[in-house]
């Protein structure tokens, strides 16, 4: 089994470090890591440090640090723009396109969505997908915290112009003839993503998204729900541009 990774604002810049926090308390508490174990500190912005527990405490681990490492953010960079779902159903497709590597995600506030962000609401839900982000980069040892814009989140109008600078940028529609695994794809910039919500993507917003650029494509003869699109899209996207 690999190394847990646990997060830290920076790394330490000597061998001695001593792990607190709620961090702290996963680790001695939650997983219970015993002296002579290995494991990894990350900062979220590439960096990691591969460490082993010398002492374990009420709440904090100590730790002795082996070797550090940086990785490069990845390009072309992958952007989801992922429409407001209800439910759980907006956290449980954070959760799988943080694990498979997307590098942002982009709360769209879409005329077919049921639940709305607003208010205080929104910003707790927005919060709830910036933690599950952040334990899911945990699970699969991510270098890099993908990172949750929005204030808490976006409108069609602020997605168009964000799809115009795109160096790629794909709506995932039922009805395309075109599939995502031939369209072209640049060897750099940003490829940007769009997702629908339970209710699909309506016809205006279709045009204002094509007008500014985006390919409306399709995965295959089936409908995915808006919780498994985005992660199955972006599994073709990442073979293809050799990150599997």
Do not use: C
């Amino acid at each position: 089994m690999s190394a847990p990774l646990f997060l830290v604002d920076d790394l330490p810049g000597g061998k001695r470090y001593t792990l607190a926090g709620a961090e702290g308390h996963h680790a001695a508490t939650v997983q219970r890591l015993k002296v002579g174990e290995a494991l990894l500190l990350g900062d979220g912005r590439g960096g990691t440090a591969t460490a082993e527990v010398t002492a374990v405490g009420r709440g904090s681990i100590d730790v002795h640090v082996l070797g550090r490492d940086f990785r490069a953010a990845a390009d072309p960079r992958l952007v989801v723009v992922q429409g407001i779902a209800k439910g759980d159903r907006g956290e449980l497709a954070v959760q799988a396109m943080t694990e498979i590597g997307v590098d942002e995600i982009v709360p769209w506030a879409a005329s077919r969505s049921v639940a709305q962000w607003r208010g205080e609401r929104g910003d707790r839900a927005r919060e709830k997908w910036v933690n599950t982000a952040r334990e899911a980069a945990k699970q699969a040892r991510r270098p890099w915290l993908p990172v949750v814009s929005g204030t808490p989140d976006v409108s069609t109008k602020r997605v168009g112009a964000r799809l115009s600078e795109a160096a790629a940028a794909f709506v995932l529609h039922e009805e395309a003839t075109d599939r995502l695994t031939g369209a072209k794809l640049p060897d750099a910039g940003e490829i940007v993503l769009i997702v629908g919500p339970e209710g699909g993507i309506s016809d205006q917003e279709l045009g204002a998204f094509v007008g500014a650029g985006a390919q409306p494509v399709r995965l295959g003869d089936a409908v995915l729900r808006t919780s498994t699109a985005g992660m199955a899209a972006l599994a073709v996207l990442s073979a293809r541009l050799g990150r599997w």
